[in-house]
């Protein structure tokens, strides 16, 4: 099973919600632009969704035998 297209269908914005679960982060730590400094990705935040990735996937595969 593709694990990850099962999460990519979960989070897609479709017309009807799947009521399995809805998932919103806001990163407060980056709020506010510094003039001095130069805007670059927040690498923390993209390692943090990587491993919510990650932690839901194992989920899902501990899960497998008893969802689907």
Do not use: C
């Amino acid at each position: 099973m593709n694990y990850r297209a099962v999460l990519d269908q979960l989070a897609s914005d479709s017309p009807s919600p799947n009521p399995w679960g809805t998932v919103k982060i806001i990163d407060f730590a980056h709020a506010f632009f510094n003039d001095d400094e130069e805007a670059t990705v927040d690498t923390n935040f993209r390692d943090g969704i990587d491993s919510l990735v990650e932690i839901f996937e194992s989920l899902l595969k501990e899960t497998d035998d008893q969802v689907f």
